[in-house]
């Protein structure tokens, strides 16, 4: 079985012409899971936003942010096109912060949980929580996978049907912890690895590199998009919010030819996500220069991506 290049024309088919009478209900409601406020008072609401913003920019309808409520004048201030579920640690139990994660869950089409997450007991719960609820896509990242790496057993509380919705985006260190194994083994053997654990899973696994591998364990596509000033903070944080908005719009056209049409629509709005990512990124390198390349960049050059796919 030969890899897949994922390239612009396998793109092109993702953003037709919006039909007159679209509302923002069918273009997708994103849940962002995302952002902590640590007792120090360290803020980690920019990944909230990059992933918040990302999936705004890529078409989603509505995008909710379920954070820490001291996160929210920051996230206001840069985000007021989002709708914010907010929960405060210090004064509130665990019961009514759940239940209102409850609600947030039944809302949305997909779901994206961990970037800025950070690993407290309560970030803990809240995982535990999501994976037990959650019957949409979810996209897993960041702190969400040092968790589940710590906590092995959580796969459990997701059913079959839903691992199958289910997209894990690592890069090297995340995936060692994963399989627990070094990061040189994974960086020697990154697609069988990835394959493998995908494969034992029953999910979609998108392994960051070089060379992104994108694979549910039977078919392997790799992005050849993008470049090495990508690697800074909140990049991967824009590709969730990438890969959630393509997963919870309602209509998205799939692969125009045959080899892809045997591809799942997860691994394929998951591959299309990271070409995105990367081409956006590879546009902000070629005016800024990749030294210079932050995340907020890569989202500032995703409409130009859309606009000429």
């Known amino acids: ?28 409601r994103v ?17 909230a936003y990059f992933s918040a913003a990302a999936a705004y920019r890529t078409g989603s309808g509505i995008v909710e942010i379920f954070t820490e409520r001291k996160n929210y004048e920051s996230l206001g201030a840069r985000l007021p096109e989002a ?14 912060i759940l239940h209102r994660l409850s609600k947030s869950l039944e809302r949305a089409d997909a779901v994206i949980i961990g970037c800025g997450l950070g690993q407290s007991e ?5 995982l ?38 289910t997209v894990i985006t690592p890069h090297a260190g995340e995936m060692a912890r994963l399989c627990r194994a070094s990061t040189q083994e994974i960086l020697a053997d990154p697609k069988n ?18 060379r992104t591998i994108i694979t549910d364990g039977q078919e392997c ?32 056209a799939e692969w125009a030819d045959g080899e892809r049409l045997a591809l799942s629509p997860i691994l394929y ?16 390198a070629k005016e800024l220069g990749q030294y210079s390349l932050m995340a907020s960049d890569i989202i500032a050059k995703i409409p130009e991506v859309i606009k000429n796919s």
């Open 1 to 28: 079985m030969s890899d897949i290049i994922i390239s612009k024309e396998d793109i092109s088919v993702i953003f037709p012409p919006l039909p007159q009478d679209t509302h923002k209900y069918s273009m997708g």
């Open 31 to 47: 849940l962002c899971i995302c952002g902590s406020y640590q007792g120090t008072g360290a803020a980690m609401c920019g990944a």
């Open 83 to 96: 709708v914010f579920s907010l929960y405060d640690t210090k004064i509130e139990e665990e019961t009514p």
């Open 122 to 126: 309560m970030s803990r719960k809240i």
């Open 128 to 165: 535990r929580h999501t994976l037990r609820q959650i019957k949409c896509p979810l996209v897993i990242d960041a702190d969400g996978l040092n968790l589940m790496a710590e906590n092995r057993d959580y796969w459990r509380f997701i059913g079959d049907d839903q691992k199958q919705r």
């Open 193 to 210: 690895i990835a394959m493998s654990y995908a494969g034992a899973l029953g999910i979609v696994c998108l392994l960051k590199g070089h």
């Open 221 to 252: 596509i790799i992005n050849t998009s993008g470049n090495p000033g990508m690697a800074t903070a909140g990049s991967g944080d824009v590709l969730s919010g990438i890969i959630a908005s393509l997963l919870a719009r309602k209509t998205v």
């Open 269 to 284: 709005r998951t591959a299309a996500a990271a070409y995105i990512h990367g081409l956006a990124g590879d546009l902000g």
